[in-house]
């Protein structure tokens, strides 16, 4: 009886062929100086994939050095001798742009180039890249509702990449302190200035104190999920890898502690929240590369915040009943 894969082909026993040695041509590297690209001669020719290097180069460079509106220009130029059918180093310069854009306090255009990003996107790593692009876009210009937003959409992407929930249970933290800092008021509320100083009515107060306790309840979810993850990462991990997860699960649990959820909330978040973290299955979702062609994901709020709504964890628990438990 053969057991599978104990065989060999007969090949394997075959007399090895004389092999003919062959001399190589010689070979002469091409030696470059030091940013090369920078040199006024690096434009002196009449090769497009050339220039396309040289401008490319002379933006990354000053976008690396800080020298944004410089970075933008070149990356402008190269634009212009890019294939149409080299769509890599286009993806890779209007992001660059988008960077540019967002140093110089250009949100507007920023974003437009992202919606350029997005239209070309094919799969999943350009979506991924995308998602992380917004995410830097909406942190610098300190709009953390749709920062939150944009990693929500990368937790259903990826859920079972830690550091996207740890970032994710980040965002809720900032945005609970400025609901809380003296004369601010929550994200979705800074649409208008006007009336700021009027004295706010109850309706409008009931319903800050339901936004307080939703986004109180959505960091619970997401350090506790990032625990999870991290627990079952760690067990293949090592060295400065490991170290970096250690550190992350002592944030984890300090966050926690800060937050103060109750056992029972903790138990019953991290049952919802660990119905798909099986390995086998966790292998199966692994999703990198794959082409958005027929690409379907469940949404964040379908996959995971409905279920944690039902399940009436603020009926018991909560900043409200924190306060009230106070003497």
Not at 56 to 62: E, I, T, V
Not at 160 to 186: I, M, R, V
Not at 265 to 273: G, P, R, Y
């Amino acid at each position: 009886m053969e057991i599978f894969g104990s065989t060999f082909d007969d090949s394997v026993f075959v007399e090895a062929r004389d092999r003919v040695s062959v001399t190589l041509s010689s070979y002469h590297a091409k030696s470059c100086e030091p940013e090369w690209f920078c040199e006024s001669a690096a434009l002196d020719t009449e090769d497009s994939l050339e220039k396309q290097k040289v401008y490319k180069f002379r933006g990354d460079l000053a976008l690396r050095q800080g020298k944004y509106q410089k970075a933008l220009d070149a990356y402008s130029s190269c634009l212009e001798w890019i294939p149409d059918n080299n769509l890599t180093i286009r993806r890779d310069v209007l992001e660059g742009m988008a960077r540019c854009h967002s140093n110089l306090g250009q949100r507007e255009r920023a974003l437009e180039m992202a919606e350029l990003l997005s239209k070309e996107a094919s799969n999943t790593c350009h979506l991924t890249s995308l998602l992380l692009l917004k995410v830097s876009i909406h942190q610098h210009f300190g709009a953390i509702g749709s920062k939150m937003s944009s990693l929500e959409q990368l937790c259903s992407l990826l859920p079972f990449n830690p550091w996207h929930w740890y970032n994710l249970g980040q965002s809720c933290l900032e945005q609970l302190e400025t609901s809380h800092a003296p004369g601010s008021c929550s994200t979705q509320k800074c649409d208008s200035t006007e009336d700021q100083n009027d004295r706010q009515t109850q309706e409008q107060q009931a319903e800050e104190s339901r936004e307080e306790e939703r986004i109180w309840l959505k960091a619970c979810m997401c350090f506790i999920r990032t625990r999870l993850l991290l627990r079952i990462l760690r067990q293949q991990q090592s060295s400065f890898v490991l170290q970096r997860s250690e550190s992350a699960l002592q944030r984890t649990d300090e966050v926690l502690q800060q937050l103060n959820p109750k056992e029972n909330t903790q138990q019953t978040l991290a049952e919802l929240l660990s119905e798909d973290l099986i390995p086998e299955k966790m292998r199966e979702d692994n999703q990198d590369g794959e082409s958005l062609a027929g690409f379907c994901v469940q949404s964040f709020t379908e996959r995971w915040w409905n279920k944690i709504s039902l399940a009436g964890v603020l009926k018991t628990d909560g900043p409200q009943h924190q306060k009230d438990a106070k003497p």
